[in-house]
Each structure stands twice: as structure tokens, then as C-alpha cells.
């Protein structure tokens, strides 16, 4: 038997709506058997249990799945408890229930109150008092307060460097001001501005206004000159620069060669040491010698030790550079596990687009367009007890219509009766849809129906009509889906389907409708 197409809002790409929305006790039939929520989209398999729409496609998304529900009831029947797309339909009758229940909004300080229907069309993921989780920061905040967070508060936000175009999060920003290559300085002596960080040091060294120490300082001159006047500085004092290295230079010999004796001048022969022993002599003699040895290791150690320290602050750029190309990569693979997800969704849709299409051609290869229609239902007994335990008391027909540009209309039976019939009766209504070409017809529908349980041996038949009550909201031109049904509640009584029924043979019955089409 042909199904109703699944639903193809976003909305049913969502799970069941929160138990606390609901500002009643909740009843187990207006739960879902996945998610264990409140139905959205009610969608019933053919065992009788009921799926959120999202649910019952994310548990069939590999194929047919067994009814976790029916193995837990202890009644799992494999010809009928195997979950499948394409032998279960929406209930609509237990949505238009739970549409119509109370509701408020969980979020605290929030006042907002009134059916699920309207929570779930106007209120859900509306609520300025919603808290929800910054993707950033992981921070809960106000949904109302979501985009000045988004864009002033966020500590993980992305930005830009506005010098060198790279790429860091917010509270890393003075952290990268301090090694931004192209971050703009001022010279403190010339008061020049917009100097990049790179180039600074050039800037100082051919700065006019610029101060620098004496290229003298570390034997001892404590000048300091501006740049343009470092050579005038050193024309004017060479006497005393030679001064300075005469004293560095009888230091550093006095560390080296340190003994008994005293320094003496001598015009002719200039620094020369005192009479001493022989032994000594000759010990402070060979002293001497290893002076220039010594001063030669020395300035090999001072230049290897310069490159090392070139090395470190390379080596310390390069790190810097490769950090953040890591917070980059981060970045993008965030980014693409982003677009991942969105794909995801995407081919979700599709597949519910898709399920939806073969849905259609199914519903058309039954669909009648001459105003009679023959409905088979099959598993009557597994119906009846699904009716009995409430998991579904009622089922809708495939869509049948008066023409092909005709009133769109099904059948809507109650296996355990409804409203005066329950328990004793099949309750048996008549439908009117909602329907393509509703706006070129005549409304109200006025047209006579006839309802009937066909006697299987041709014999004598259950028949019941009704002319529609045009003051009826049930027969006006519909504004949703479908009106509310109007038939028979006490259609036919059950006990003519118990024992050897000859409306009843192999767990099947045929109903028939029949519209009148005088004066269409």
C-alpha cells in the first residue's frame, strides 16, 4: 500500500522538541521511541510505534533496522517489525494532537507561553534568553547577545593583522604586536612614525638625530654622540681614545703575564719589567710567549660565540613562523570540518528529497482521479492490537481525487472505534485535502459520500452516506493539509468481524468510498 511522502522542512532534520517545553505531563504515545522526546513530525513504521521524522531516517539511513520498541514489548514480529522508509508514513492525526498541547519556554527569565505548534514555528531557536555555545570560545551566552560577543567579546575570534595580513586569534593580538615584522614603530630621537619593525634597526643606525654610545665605550669612553657626528667625535679625541687603549692594553698584559717586579719606562725601549731572578725571568719570559696564543682563542671563541647568538634569534623567527602556520592549518581544518558537516546535511536533505519523489510515484500508481476508491488493508489483527494498546489507534489512506483536477480527498479508520464507537465499533471518516487546484473549485465541498465494508462474498455489503453540513469547518476550502475528518463513528460494529467473517478473509478488509459527482 502507497504512503504519504515524508516531510521536507528543515525542521525534520531535528530531533525530538525537549520534554520541558511541554507544560503538562507527558504521555507515552507523544513520545518518540529513539530520542525519547517529544515527537516532532510524528512519523509511524508499520509495527505501529512512532518516530521523530529525523529519527526514524537516521535509524533506516543503512537500510531496515529491527524495532528496538517491539523487542523490548516482547511482541517483535519480523514480517512487520523491521524498520523501512518505504512501509511507514506521518501520522498526522498525533500531530495535530500534540500541536494543539500547551507549551513553554524552558529558558529562564523567558515568559513566552503557548501551543507546541507555535513554539516550534515561531519560538524555538528564537528566544533571546537561549543560551548557546560560542564555536570559538565554547563560551554559553545569551543567544540576544551572540553577535556583540561574536564581534567585540570573543577571545578565540579571528583577526587579521592590519600590518602583515597574518592570521591570529584576539587574545593572542599583543602577543603578535611584539614580533610582527611590519608592525609600525617610532624613532624616540627624530620622532618619525610608521616604521616597520623590520627596518627599525637600519632607521636607528642612520638616524641623524640619533644617539649611540662611543665605538670606544668598552675600553672606557662615555660619550655618546649623535649618528651624523660619530667620525667628528673621533678626529677630535684620538689622544685620549689611545689613552683609553694603552691603559685596556697594560691591563690585559698584567692579567696575562702576573709575577714579581714593576713596570719601568724607558724613552728607547718603552714598558719593560724590573731585574728578577733568572728563574723567574725565564718563567714570566715564557709567559710572554703564550700572550698572542691566548688573545688569538679568544677572538676565535668571541666570533664563534656571535654566531651562535645570530642562530638563536633565527632559530627563534623560524619558530615563530611555524607557530603560526600552525594556527593557520588549525584554522583551516577547522574550517573544512565545517563544510564536511555542512555536506553532511546536505546529502541528508537530498536523501529525504529523494524519498520523497519515489513516495509520490508510489502514491500515483494507486491514486484514483473518478471519485471511487477501494481501500485493502492488510494485518487487520496487528492493526487491531496496536489500536488496542493506543500505539496507533488510527490510519490514513493513500490520496484519491473526484477528477484529475478534482477535490483531493481519504479515508481515515478507527481500528478500535472513536468517540461513541471506541471499543465497540470501526470508526470510519471522510477527508478532504488540501489540493492543487483547491482555488478553481466550489466551495464548500457539497457533494455526497458513501462509506462501505465490502462483503467479501459479494452479498451484502455495509453501507453508510452522508450528505456534507456545508456549515462544517470539516467541508470548507481547506487551509491546511487536510480538515478534520467527518464520518461515521459507529460505522460497523466489531463483532461482525470476529469468527469466520466474510468481510474479514486472510487478515484483509476492503473499504470503498464512493463520491458523488452529479453537478461537477
Not at 65 to 71: D, I, L, N, V
Request: charged share 25%; proline share 4%.
Amino acid at each position: 500500500m502507497a504512503r504519504p511522502s515524508l516531510p521536507s522542512s528543515l525542521d525534520s532534520n531535528l530531533p525530538g522538541i525537549p520534554r520541558k517545553v511541554l507544560a503538562v505531563s507527558m504521555e507515552c504515545k507523544y513520545q518518540c521511541q529513539q530520542c525519547k522526546e517529544i515527537l516532532r513530525k510524528p512519523f509511524q513504521a508499520q509495527c505501529g510505534h512512532r518516530f521523530c521524522v529525523y529519527c526514524f531516517k537516521q535509524i533506516t539511513s543503512s537500510g531496515p533496522k529491527p524495532c528496538e520498541a517491539c523487542q523490548e514489548e516482547g511482541i517483535y514480529d519480523e514480517a512487520t517489525s523491521m524498520l523501512s522508509i518505504n512501509e511507514a508514513f506521518p501520522d498526522n492525526a498525533a500531530r495535530r494532537e500534540i500541536d494543539s498541547l500547551p507549551a513553554r519556554c524552558p529558558n529562564e527569565s523567558c515568559s513566552w507561553a503557548g501551543t507546541l505548534k507555535e513554539y516550534e514555528g515561531q519560538h524555538e531557536g528564537q528566544c533571546e534568553f537561549e543560551r548557546v555555545k560560542c564555536e570559538a570560545c565554547q563560551l554559553l551566552i545569551l543567544q540576544r547577545d551572540k553577535d556583540r560577543h561574536n564581534e567585540r567579546e570573543c577571545e578565540a575570534r579571528t583577526l587579521n593583522c592590519k600590518y602583515c595580513k597574518a592570521t591570529f586569534h584576539f587574545k593572542d593580538i599583543k602577543a603578535h604586536d611584539e614580533i610582527c615584522q611590519k608592525y609600525p614603530m617610532q624613532c624616540k630621537d627624530c620622532g618619525k612614525k610608521k616604521i616597520a619593525r623590520e627596518k627599525f634597526n637600519e632607521h636607528i643606525k642612520s638616524c641623524a638625530k640619533s644617539k649611540s654610545a662611543c665605538q670606544f665605550s668598552e675600553i672606557g669612553c662615555r660619550a655618546v654622540i649623535d649618528n651624523g657626528k660619530q667620525v667628528e667625535h673621533e678626529q677630535s679625541n684620538v689622544t685620549e681614545h689611545l689613552r683609553l687603549m694603552l691603559a685596556s692594553m697594560l691591563s690585559l698584559l698584567r692579567m696575562r703575564v702576573d709575577g714579581p717586579g714593576e713596570w719601568q719606562e724607558d724613552s728607547v725601549l718603552g714598558l719593560y719589567r724590573g731585574p728578577e731572578d733568572a728563574a723567574t725571568s725565564v718563567t714570566h719570559t715564557g709567559a710572554r710567549a703564550q700572550g698572542p696564543g691566548l688573545q688569538e682563542k679568544i677572538t676565535a671563541l668571541e666570533n664563534i660565540v656571535c654566531v651562535l647568538n645570530r642562530e638563536v634569534e633565527r632559530s627563534a623567527l623560524t619558530l615563530e613562523a611555524l607557530n603560526r602556520q600552525h594556527r593557520l592549518d588549525q584554522e583551516k581544518i577547522e574550517n573544512l570540518s565545517n563544510k564536511v558537516r555542512q555536506l553532511e546535511r546536505t546529502l541528508t536533505m537530498r536523501d529525504l528529497q529523494l524519498s520523497e519523489s519515489e513516495q509520490a510515484l508510489r502514491e500515483l500508481q494507486f491514486c484514483t482521479y473518478d471519485g471511487v476508491f477501494i481501500w485493502k488493508i492488510t494485518d487487520f489483527s496487528r492493526r487491531r492490537q496496536d489500536a488496542l494498546a493506543g500505539r496507533a489507534p488510527a490510519m490514513f489512506s493513500p490520496a484519491f481525487y473526484s477528477s484529475k483536477y478534482g477535490y483531493k480527498m481519504c479515508l481515515r479508520l478507527y481500528m478500535n472505534g472513536d468517540g461513541t464507537g471506541r471499543g465497540t465499533h470501526l470508526s470510519l471518516f471522510f477527508v478532504v485535502m488540501r489540493g492543487r487546484f483547491d482555488a478553481l473549485l466550489k466551495w464548500p465541498f457539497s457533494q455526497k459520500v458513501t462509506l462501505m465494508l465490502l462483503d467479501q462474498n459479494n452479498r451484502e455489503h455495509i453501507i453508510d452516506a452522508f450528505r456534507p453540513d456545508v456549515t462544517s469547518t470539516s467541508f470548507q476550502r481547506p487551509v491546511s493539509e487536510m480538515n478534520i475528518a467527518s464520518g461515521c463513528p459507529l460505522f460497523c460494529p466489531l463483532s461482525k468481524l470476529a469468527g469466520k467473517s466474510s468481510y474479514l478473509r486472510d487478515d484483509t478488509i476492503f473499504i470503498k468510498a464512493i463520491v458523488d459527482l452529479t453537478g461537477l
